[in-house]
């Protein structure tokens, strides 16, 4: 008995790493189509009795603009290109804030937000956590810094409906991600910690503070995002050189 029991956990256990790092793989070239966020989403507004809205239109990351590229890292993740999935100092400071309020807050990368969007359901749950620390080691192994960018910004949230940086554009600005600015890439930006509430175009006062919080990081960045900044001359050496070939 105890034997086909272990035979059983082994099984679901070997099909769970070959399902996981199969489709980490997968995605490492293949565009994600949907997310499980979008399908909640979907369903919620039929459940509310609105119209079904879902705007999402997959696109390379030469085809957004670096504006944006460099705001969503000023905003959200400023440790983005030195760490390997987690900002272990912000999740010290979660944890001191969670202490004190009594409430699960976090301290999530743009790494671990891209597994949470690509693989996961939302929530606040220690094992949805637990799933989402998995997914990040996976994606920080086999994808680049430039393909979680990539994934990231065509599969979060920006808006009611409202799913990635060309379907952000077209219907915050009415423009293609490639030629956000940085005024519209910082206010696009501005709405991620709540885009159901907050309107990018015509910003509130709060989200104007927060679009001109962001702007000024973005200036002390050198308004540009160089991927290679902590890469060894080498290594940046040997990048250039596949990008070339």
């Avoid at 807050?105 to 929530?123: C, D, E, M």
């Avoid at 206010?187 to 006062?205: D, G, H, M, R």
Wanted: proline letters at 4%.
């Amino acid at each position: 008995m105890l034997t086909r029991v272990y035979k059983i956990a082994l099984k679901i256990v070997a099909g769970f790493f070959i399902l996981t790092i199969g489709s980490t793989l997968l995605f490492r070239w293949v565009p994600v189509p949907f997310t499980p966020l979008m399908i909640i989403r979907c369903v919620e507004q039929k459940t509310d009795g609105n119209e079904m809205v879902l705007k999402h239109d997959w696109v390379s990351l030469e085809d957004i603009s670096p504006k944006l590229q460099l705001a969503v890292v000023c905003s959200e993740d400023q440790n983005y290109l030195r760490h390997s999935g987690f900002d272990w100092l912000a999740i010290q400071k979660a944890m001191k804030g969670n202490d004190r309020g009594k409430r699960l807050r976090g301290g999530s990368t743009i790494s671990q937000q891209t597994a949470k969007n690509v693989f996961l359901w939302p929530g606040r749950s220690y094992v949805r956590k637990a799933f989402e620390a998995y997914f990040t080691l996976l994606i920080e192994l086999f994808w680049s810094k430039e393909r979680i960018m990539e994934v990231y910004l065509n599969s979060i949230e920006m808006g009611k409906g409202v799913y990635g940086a060309e379907a952000a554009a077209q219907f915050w600005f009415e423009k293609k991600a490639i030629n956000l600015n940085k005024d519209e890439s910082a206010a696009i930006t501005a709405v991620l910690p709540n885009p159901l509430k907050y309107v990018a175009n015509p910003p509130s006062a709060y989200i104007s503070g927060r679009k001109a919080w962001i702007k000024t990081q973005m200036s002390y960045w050198g308004n540009q995002l160089d991927y290679d900044k902590y890469n060894d001359k080498e290594d940046v050496a040997d990048k250039k050189q596949k990008r070339t070939n």
